[in-house]
């Protein structure tokens, strides 16, 4: 297999990503498989800790493409003339038809069996936030100067068709000899004033709500793409263990139940057996107190048969 032979085709030579403070920026690479076979991929970098590739690895099929995002991670301070040096290597190779993104091993990245690996490597650009228009305060000066200066012009003609003259500021003096004239020409400028106003804020609140919306949606973009995939299987790992540790928590509960039932009862069997006793007592103490002892009524009885044998004689 020829050397210079182009396996896949990168449309991107750099990683161009948006620099914001203690905020991700995502960066999505396309790989165009022009060839007939199937080309295995991988991503390295030289900044692991610092971004996350999904899907780092896969498969491409023939004539087809493939898409993988660089996220790079939220950065404390600026880095020094606004550059950095982390690199990206994006390798290639053929492997046979029919292999999945499960049947990937790195061997099939390894040069020492005589593979050709295609190599592209993109370096990493950063890129300025777009500036967003500010609105200013409502006293400020006025942004929309030529509509403010088109609705004057249209109030003057009004003015003048309705028969009142266009004045200059030289003719300010004769147009005040007549007061309902003048009167008129201030009412309609108070007015115009007012409108202009009006048309000069709306257009202002609506900018900043919409730029307020679009900077929402970018930080739960941000947001969504916040997890690796390693964070993800460490989660899964961990309910798992919880699921196990609910399992033996309740065991251990109905274990100490029964050991407290069996507690009870041998409780229970005690008292049932010291009242036998003390029961044994009181019988043996009401037996011993009524009557002689036997011993006692034999002694009295020989006794006895002797003095009357005494008598007798």
Known sequence: MG?????????????????????QSSCSVQLINNSGECIAFKVKTTSPKRY??????????????CDFTVTMQTLKEAPSDFQLKDKFLVQSTVVPYGTTDEDIVPSFFSKENGRYIQENKLRV???????????EPFNGPSIQKPALKAFSESAE?????????????????????????????SDLK????????????EPLHQNHKSNETHISSDQAFAEADNMPPLVAKDIEELRLKLGNLELKLNEAEKM?????QESDAALQEGKKLQQEIALLRTNCSARVRVGFPFLFVVYMTLTGLALAHLLHL
Do not use: W, Y
Request: net charge positive; glycine share 2%.
């Open 125 to 135: 650009v950063l890129v300025s936030p777009p500036t967003l228009p500010l609105p």
């Open 190 to 201: 108070k007015s115009s004033d007012s409108i202009n106003d009006n048309v000069k804020h």
């Open 52 to 65: 996350c590739v999904r899907p780092n690895t896969g498969i491409i099929l023939p004539r087809s493409a």
């Open 3 to 23: 050397v210079d032979r182009v396996l896949v085709r990168i449309q991107l030579q750099e990683l161009k990503f948006t620099f914001e403070l203690k905020k």
């Open 157 to 185: 003609t009004s003015i003048a068709s309705n028969g009142v003259s266009q004045h200059d500021p030289a003719n300010e003096v004769s147009d005040s000899k007549n007061p309902s004239n003048s009167n008129k020409v």
């Open 256 to 260: 100490i139940m029964n050991l407290t």
